[in-house]
């Protein structure tokens, strides 16, 4: 057991016994150290006393380390860069260079600009651990509350969500989703309208009700209610049962790569179909502050929505490929 004495070793005084060690010479080693040599000699001899060995032997000169001197400068030097550790990962924390970021995001974010955001901030950040989990907008809300998520991507408006901070991050606007195979999918003027007597996908109301209600307007407004025969949590979902005859549905137009040679996509046009995405957070650590950040460095370069159809610049693994 260590005794008090022993409690008050110092990592000054194991970085003058590395220096003695080392030179094998107490004047080299306290010019190593820019102090002057009765100092440095004192020091070692309050060492020795407060651990109650011996750890050099002496002649008219340092002769060399006992064995107990050995093991001393050998744990001595693993302790100082223990120490340099700690104090760097300390500050790399501080400052959002390491630690662990929880980001939710809505399935269509895949398809603007936040693949672009991920690459760059896991360049700029490489020993940050970021967890991404796609989950619908009123998932990622109660996730941020019950402080399960850092930053979420969330389409607004945010109904009860007064907590959340909001910052615009991208926008998108819809288009219709039909099988390949419809027999209306291959029309170059098709409306919503024309879906008036279709079975529609949609996702829950209570997962996405802003999303949701903005569907059913754009719907009264072409002159019908949508006959929603089935639901799917999340986009991916929604659009999987389009591909395979499900249904037809209304989604990000940003999504219009997706399953290209099984879905059919087709604009709408006018600013109603219009939406933004926004980043939320309520309590931001230092990597979550440095990834807003990230986010944030090119506030004009929010992605434009691409066309109906492939996406002109890259494919389906390339967009999944930062996850």
């Given at each position: 057991?260590?005794?008090?004495?022993?409690?008050?070793?110092?990592?000054?005084?194991?970085?003058?016994?590395?220096?003695?060690?080392?030179?094998?010479?107490?004047?080299?080693a306290a010019q190593r150290l820019n102090m002057s040599q009765p100092p440095l000699t004192h020091a070692i001899r309050k060492l020795?006393?407060?651990?109650?060995?011996?750890?050099?032997?002496?002649?008219?000169?340092?002769?060399?380390?006992?064995?107990?001197?050995?093991?001393?400068?050998?744990?001595?030097?693993?302790?100082?860069?223990?120490?340099?550790?700690?104090?760097?990962?300390?500050?790399?924390?501080?400052?959002?260079?390491?630690?662990?970021?929880?980001?939710?995001?809505?399935?269509?974010?895949?398809?603007?600009?936040?693949?672009?955001?991920?690459?760059?901030?896991r360049a700029s950040h490489p020993q940050v651990r970021l967890e991404l989990r796609e989950a619908t907008t009123a998932s990622q809300i109660a996730a941020l509350r019950d402080g399960m998520l850092d930053?979420?991507?969330?389409?607004?408006?945010?109904?009860?969500?007064?907590?959340?901070?909001?910052?615009?991050?991208?926008?998108?606007?819809?288009?219709?989703?039909?099988?390949?195979?419809?027999?209306?999918?291959?029309?170059?003027?098709?409306?919503?309208?024309?879906?008036?007597?279709?079975?529609?996908?949609?996702?829950?109301?209570?997962?996405?009700?802003?999303?949701?209600?903005?569907?059913?307007?754009?719907?009264?407004?072409?002159?019908?209610?949508?006959?929603?025969?089935?639901?799917?949590?999340?986009?991916?979902?929604?659009?999987?049962?389009?591909?395979?005859?499900?249904?037809?549905?209304?989604?990000?137009?940003?999504?219009?790569?997706?399953?290209?040679?099984?879905?059919?996509?087709?604009?709408?046009?006018?600013?109603?179909?219009?939406?933004?995405?926004?980043?939320?957070?309520?309590?931001?650590?230092?990597?979550?502050?440095?990834?807003?950040?990230?986010?944030?460095?090119?506030?004009?370069?929010?992605?434009?929505?691409?066309?109906?159809?492939?996406?002109?610049?890259?494919?389906?693994?390339?967009?999944?490929?930062?996850?």
């Open positions: 057991m260590a005794t008090e004495k022993q409690a008050r070793i110092t990592l000054r005084m194991m970085e003058q016994f590395i220096a003695v060690a080392e030179e094998l010479h107490f004047h080299r020795e006393e407060d651990l109650g060995v011996t750890l050099i032997e002496r002649g008219n000169r340092v002769l060399g380390l006992t064995p107990a001197g050995e093991m001393f400068v050998r744990e001595a030097r693993e302790t100082l860069r223990q120490a340099e550790k700690t104090l760097i990962a300390t500050v790399d924390v501080a400052e959002g260079r390491t630690g662990v970021l929880r980001l939710g995001y809505v399935g269509s974010a895949l398809y603007g600009r936040l693949p672009d955001v991920i690459r760059e901030f930053i979420g991507i969330l389409i607004p408006p945010l109904e009860n969500a007064e907590d959340v901070v909001k910052t615009r991050f991208d926008q998108d606007r819809l288009c219709m989703a039909l099988p390949e195979d419809h027999p209306l999918s291959q029309r170059s003027n098709l409306t919503l309208a024309d879906l008036a007597a279709e079975p529609f996908i949609l996702w829950p109301m209570d997962e996405g009700r802003s999303f949701h209600l903005q569907v059913i307007r754009l719907c009264a407004s072409a002159g019908f209610v949508p006959m929603i025969t089935q639901e799917a949590h999340g986009m991916h979902a929604v659009l999987s049962l389009v591909s395979v005859g499900g249904g037809v549905s209304v989604v990000p137009q940003s999504m219009s790569g997706f399953r290209g040679d099984q879905i059919s996509y087709h604009p709408l046009f006018g600013t109603e179909p219009e939406f933004e995405l926004v980043l939320g957070h309520r309590h931001l650590s230092p990597c979550a502050r440095a990834f807003l950040d990230c986010a944030q460095t090119k506030p004009e370069g929010v992605a434009k929505p691409a066309v109906c159809g492939k996406h002109p610049n890259e494919s389906e693994q390339d967009r999944m490929n930062f996850l």
